[in-house]
T-cell receptor, first 111, second 118 residues
């Protein structure tokens, strides 16, 4: 058990809709990272938050946004969904330079 | 900029055979390297890491990796694999960003699917 909790585990929605993915980091971890995993793109870094502030951005679409709340949990918001957004979305957390600890992911299916 | 290349997308082996999963990286700064394993329908689990010190790193489940700076490689090895080692393996390099030492995002390779056959 990595200590990182992601909800929901599965999400099925239609094109054009908006969804919110939630992540609770390991206790004490200040950094939260979001990754998207798909068959064609592999693991792509989306965005990182550190103690509530955005610290790094990767290949995140403008239709996607995220935030980290004072209790350190994070939400990833995906809007105007397209079929190509179907993927596994992982949250990871870390403290300092320690390796990332990953949650079990949210599998998003857009129909 | 940094990148990771996993040279083999699939590696089939027989049970109890040795295996090596290859990883090469490029980075303009000091590197910190990781191997993760992903079992079906699960998240990524850390196998081992190289941050500094000895270039031979031992991890969980009998895996080890050797950091070779001159060849910019970090190959993963196991002397005798089990059926239960069937999974996808990811090599990753860490970038230390410019945000006051708080940016530690990883760049991942495309993964190597290890299939252990009886």
């Amino acid at each position: 058990d990595s200590g990182v909790t992601q909800t929901p585990k599965h999400l099925i929605t239609a094109t054009g809709q908006r969804v919110t993915l939630r992540c609770s980091p390991r206790s004490g971890d200040l950094s939260v990272y979001w990754y998207q995993q798909s068959l064609d793109q592999g693991l792509q870094f989306l965005i990182q938050y550190y103690n509530g502030e955005e610290r790094a951005k990767g290949n995140i679409l403008e239709r996607f946004s995220a935030q980290q709340f004072p209790d350190l949990h994070s939400e990833l918001n995906l809007s105007s969904l397209e079929l190509g957004d179907s993927a596994l979305y992982f949250c990871a957390s870390s403290v300092g330079p320690a390796p990332l600890h990953f949650g079990n992911g949210t599998r998003l299916t857009v129909t | 900029a940094q990148s990771v290349t996993q040279l083999d997308s699939q590696v089939p082996v027989f049970e109890e055979a040795p295996v090596e999963l290859r990883c090469n990286y490029s980075s303009s700064v000091s590197v910190y390297l990781f191997w993760y394993v992903q079992y079906p329908n699960q998240g990524l689990q850390l196998l081992l890491k190289y941050l500094s010190g000895s270039t031979l790193v031992k991890g969980i489940n009998g895996f080890e990796a050797e950091f070779n700076k001159s060849q910019t490689s970090f190959h993963l090895r196991k002397p005798s694999v089990h059926i239960s080692d069937t999974a996808e393996y990811f090599c990753a390099v860490r970038s230390d960003g410019n945000s006051g030492g708080s940016n530690y995002k990883l760049t991942f390779g495309k993964g190597t699917l290890l299939t252990v056959n009886p």
